[in-house]
Every structure is written in C-alpha cells, then in structure tokens.
T-cell receptor, first 107, second 117 residues
Framework: AQRVTQPEKLLSVFKGAPVELKCNYS??????LFWYVQYSRQRLQLLLR??SRESIKGFTADLNKGETSFHLKKPFAQEEDSAMYYC?????????FGTGTRLKVLA | KAGVTQTPRYLIKTRGQQVTLSCSPI?????VSWYQQTPGQGLQFLFE???????NKGNFPGRFSGRQFSNSRSEMNVSTLELGDSALYLC????????????????FGAGSRLTVL
C-alpha cells in the first residue's frame, strides 16, 4: 500500500534549537517526495522536493530509501518557521499526503 | 501570473443537497487535482485530471465526481451531501511530468470551505 506517515501531530521547539520533522513512506518503486508548508492564513505551498536536493529557508531533507524516510531538518529554528508541514509522495497520477505536523517555534 | 482560483470560497448546504465547486488552474498548467482537507485526516486525494481525462481517483464514494474542460478548468460535484462531507476542498494545478522545470509541483488554490448542516 502507498502511505505517508508523519508520526508527530505537534512539535514544539525553542528558537535556535534544531528541528526534525519525521516522514516515513511506503511505496513500491522509486518515490518522488515533497515537503509542503502552510503558514497561517496562507495557501499550501511547496517547501522542497527530494530531486532538487536543495536547501530552502534553511531546511533540508534527505531521501533514505533503506529506512523509507524523508525527514525535514533545520539546524536552527526561527519563529517564522511556525506552520503546518505536510510530507507528500507522488504516486501514479496521484499524490499521497501525510496527516501533517504542526511546528511551533517558541521564543 | 494569476494563481489557482477556486470558487466559491465558502458555502453552506444542508444534507441531501448537491454542490459544485470550480477551479481555474494557472495558465499553462494542464493537470488539476482535488483534495479534501479535514483536521483529523489531513489531505485526502480525490481525483487528478489531465487533458480532460480523469487519470486517477481516490477512495471516495461515487457521490464525488469531477470533470475537466478543454481550457483546463475543472469542477467537482458532490451529490446527496452528508454531514461528514464538511471540509475544505483544495484544488491544485501542475505541469505534468516530462517538463522538467517544476514538473509535478503542486500550486494550490485557497480552497472552498463547505459546511453541511
């Protein structure tokens, strides 16, 4: 079965602390994985995708096929990072989203 | 360029009624997909359309249907509304795979919030 799991509904960290939002997936084949973010009162938007291997707003995510994971990391959290984060997998003509993790960065 | 436009933004219906939601994609985007967003379930895939053809459908009952027009605009319809259909319905458009820059990256609309009483 194709599935994306985000085990944490809420993650609270202090400003300046490292952040890791977990994402595990189940997919037979080569997955295409994404992180989408929704800031307060804004639309859901792309944060990054694994094939780009880029860092956006200080966030990185590495695809680990052995552990079937695509965790999102940032070394030093900022208050403006507070948002809802969704991990997503592109399957055959469909996207599968995790249930999302709300990140709260505390001052 | 204009973003993805969804109409109406808010609507209230009663059980048993039907509703039609509209989505205008970004110019040049030919792929449109729909999602149901609820607090407990996150985003659930409804359908994906490309060139007026439904390429995939999620695990929703037949009361949920959709279509895409030749100008890539899409509509979804929910008939015989139930209380559990209350949700934010999101539409997203994208370049289809094969166009490398930005391929398969979803651009979302603001959503249509449906309340069923």
């Amino acid at each position: 079965a194709q599935r994306v799991t985000q085990p944490e509904k809420l993650l609270s960290v202090f400003k300046g602390a490292p952040v890791e939002l977990k994402c595990n997936y189940s997919y037979s084949g080569s997955p295409e994985l994404f992180w989408y973010v929704q800031y307060s009162r804004q639309r859901l938007q792309l944060l990054l995708r694994h094939i780009s291997r880029e860092s956006i707003k200080g966030f990185t995510a590495d695809l680990n096929k052995g552990e079937t994971s695509f965790h999102l990391k940032k070394p030093f959290a900022q208050e403006e990072d507070s948002a809802m984060y969704y991990c997503a997998l592109r399957g055959t003509y469909k996207y599968i989203f995790g249930t999302g993790t709300r990140l709260k960065v505390l001052a | 360029k204009a973003g993805v436009t969804q109409t109406p933004r808010y609507l209230i219906k009663t059980r048993g009624q039907q509703v039609t939601l509209s989505c205008s994609p970004i110019s040049g985007h030919r792929s449109v997909s729909w999602y149901q967003q609820t607090p407990g379930q996150g985003l659930q895939f409804l359908f994906e359309y490309f060139s007026e053809t439904q390429r995939n459908k999620g695990n929703f009952p037949g009361r949920f249907s959709g279509r895409q027009f030749s100008n890539s605009r899409s509509e979804m319809n929910v008939s015989t509304l139930e209380l559990g259909d209350s949700a934010l319905y999101l539409c997203a458009s994208s370049f289809p795979a094969g166009i490398l820059v930005g391929a398969n990256v979803l651009t979302f609309g603001a959503g249509s919030r449906l309340t069923v009483l």
